[in-house]
């Protein structure tokens, strides 16, 4: 009678998103020249808040057997001269990002906040949704107030807010 192998692996046979997307995330980014997709997937942590709302990476190019890269950023037209400014203490930030020296020059691609189709889309992140309205929140209160567990009273409350919350959004009233 022969045994089935013990597993060692406590996953399932389960992966994690990132380790089925990461290929799929560098060769996209391997194709504008990025080898480190680290700097376009956490490009605000990389620039700071401030420069990351005014521009965003497009493209690392390589010069023939020369030394260093230079980075392509798209900037929103008027933002241009104060990123002028901050190029080299940018580019420090970036290089930190790869580790070495690897970016050399950034140049700048100015553009209107409409026109191109790049220039259309806004560097901000979309603004988070706001908490469950307080009518929501005193019916989800109500709801749980036979729950016995103090801890799972509030988290069921809590839960039903944002369900109440969000099915009023879904049907178009107003908090």
Not at 2 to 14: A, H, N, V
Not at 141 to 154: F, H, I, M, N, Y
Request: hydrophobic share 40%.
């Amino acid at each position: 009678m022969s045994q089935k192998p013990r597993r060692d692996s406590s996953t399932y046979g389960l992966k994690k998103v990132d380790s089925i997307l990461a290929p799929d995330i560098r060769r996209g980014a391997e194709a504008r020249g990025f080898s480190v997709a680290r700097l376009v997937t956490h490009w605000e942590e990389v620039a700071g808040e401030a420069l990351a709302r005014i521009c965003r990476p497009v493209e690392v190019s390589y010069a023939r057997g020369g030394m260093g890269a230079s980075l392509v950023l798209l900037v929103q037209g008027a933002h241009g001269p104060v990123l002028e400014m901050e190029k080299e203490r940018l580019r420090e930030r970036v290089n930190a990002c790869y580790g070495y020296n690897a970016i050399a020059h950034i140049r700048l691609t100015q553009t209107a906040p409409s026109g191109f189709a790049e220039g259309q889309t806004p560097f901000t992140a979309k603004a988070a949704p706001k908490g469950p309205s307080p009518a929501a929140s005193q019916s989800a209160a109500t709801l749980t107030e036979g729950v016995r567990d103090e801890a799972l009273r509030a988290a069921l409350a809590q839960l039903g807010a944002n369900v109440l919350t969000k099915a009023k959004r879904v049907s178009g009233e107003t908090q």
